[in-house]
């Protein structure tokens, strides 16, 4: 099935895309396995199926040479891809804080970027292959958004961006801990429960959204800065948390089924996309208890 993160739809390693799908598992014997448990075992319909360095040593008559998960995503490819796209989203907020003033000016450029962080996203998440230089864009964007949003709520709570990295953190540190420990177990009825949930809630924060806008709801409506935005703030931080352990599975079972190694930009894509989530939620949580200060 797909999965997507509570803002941007994108394609996960689901059986229905030709990867490894939730609550499924690789069969015993690693490579050696059949072809009805890993959509990776080789078959000749499968492009990834034939190691080419194999091949190649074949080909010279001696014995193959290179790993055999050459070609295929690792978890350091994700952990890399991950620091590039991360990375990339860090110095684009810290040119953003360093060289905009707090201003109005500033606050349009920062819609402007996320603007163009949403279509890059979109464009991203309905293309067939991962393409790096569309996600590091992304990036980047997203990076000058976050950069002037969080030097605003310095400016008003001192520290809040801080406080919030330290929040988010703390949430995915956590989450992986209970995803490790096998306290949560991602299968597709989970998925399907969590992600009725999470449209149900952008729906609910679209309609208050447009409240707001005509005046309906005053002062934020269900995201207001009082006990009732923070209730609705902690939910989309356990919104954020449950989208992680999708990524997780995904990042699982893409590497125990063999996916292809420029698969792990994908990983990474959604990875971002969640920590974003989560750190401007946390933003807001953090600005509603430290009060009018």
């Known amino acids: 099935m797909r999965s997507s993160n509570p803002v941007f739809s994108r394609r ?15 069969q015993a014997g690693g490579a050696a396995v059949g072809t009805q448990g890993n959509p990776y075992a080789q078959q000749g319909a499968n492009p990834y199926a034939t190691n080419p360095y194999a091949q190649q040593d074949l080909q010279h008559g001696a014995p193959p040479q290179a790993p ?11 952990v890399m891809r991950t620091g590039m796209t991360l990375g990339t989203v860090i110095v684009g907020a810290v040119l953003a804080w360093t060289l905009l003033p707090v201003s109005p000016s500033s606050y349009g450029l920062a819609v402007g970027a996320a603007l163009i962080a949403f279509v890059l996203a979109m464009v991203q998440s309905f293309k067939r292959k991962a393409s790096p230089a ?52 991602v ?28 005046g309906v709801a005053p002062d934020g409506g269900l995201r207001s800065m009082g006990p009732l935005g923070a ?31 420029e698969e792990s930009w994908l990983a990474a894509f959604g990875l ?12 807001r949580l953090v600005a509603i208890f430290s009060g009018d200060d």
């Open 12 to 26: 996960g390693f689901s059986r229905d895309n030709g990867y490894a799908g939730f609550n499924t598992a690789p």
């Open 231 to 261: 209730i609705v703030g902690i939910f989309a931080i356990l919104l954020g948390a449950f989208f992680l352990t999708l990524d997780f599975k995904q990042i699982e079972d893409g590497i125990a089924y063999g996916a292809p190694r």
């Open 68 to 78: 055999v998960t050459a070609g295929r995503m690792t978890m350091d490819d994700v």
């Open 272 to 283: 971002t996309m969640t920590l974003v989530w989560i750190y401007i939620e946390m933003l």
């Open 134 to 185: 569309l996600i590091l864009a992304y990036a980047a964007f997203e990076g000058v958004f976050l950069g002037v949003i969080s030097e605003m709520f310095n400016s008003q709570w001192d520290g809040a961006p801080f406080q919030a990295v330290l929040g988010t953190m703390a949430v995915s540190g956590a989450t992986l801990l209970v995803y490790k420990a096998g306290w949560i177990r």
């Open 187 to 214: 299968t597709a009825r989970y998925a399907r429960i969590g992600l009725t949930i999470a449209i149900a809630f952008i729906l609910v924060m679209a309609v208050n959204l447009l409240l707001v806008v005509f």
